[in-house]
């Protein structure tokens, strides 16, 4: 029998993160990975990308992944941010 602390698909994660976190859905962990994904300083991402300003510099920003972004972490699950872009932390925290 599996237990949560088991790996799952990516569509078991999907499942787990669109649901609250309680007893028996325990939290899952996004690790985002922001460059050329969610933010962009070259070009849109999507056809929903809005463009931003941060500090002099400009950003695209895909909306329809931050919202799934904000639906996750609002479900009580967890995010982590990876990049090797170079984003400072006060940066992507004011993008997103």
């Not at 931050?66 to 990876?82: F, M, P, S, T, Y």
Request: one cysteine or more; aromatic letters at 8%; hydrophobic letters at 40%.
């Amino acid at each position: 029998m599996r237990n949560h602390f088991d790996p799952c698909t990516i569509d078991e994660w999907i499942q787990k993160s669109n649901a609250k976190v309680d007893d028996t859905n325990p939290p899952v962990t996004l690790l985002l990975d922001l460059d050329e994904t969610i933010i962009s300083q070259d070009n849109p991402l999507s056809l929903h990308s809005l463009q931003v300003f941060v500090n002099d510099l400009a950003f695209y920003v895909d909306l329809d992944a931050i919202e799934a972004i904000k639906r996750i972490v609002n479900n009580g699950h967890n995010l982590k941010i990876i990049t090797d872009a170079g984003y400072s932390y006060d940066d992507v925290n004011q993008v997103l």
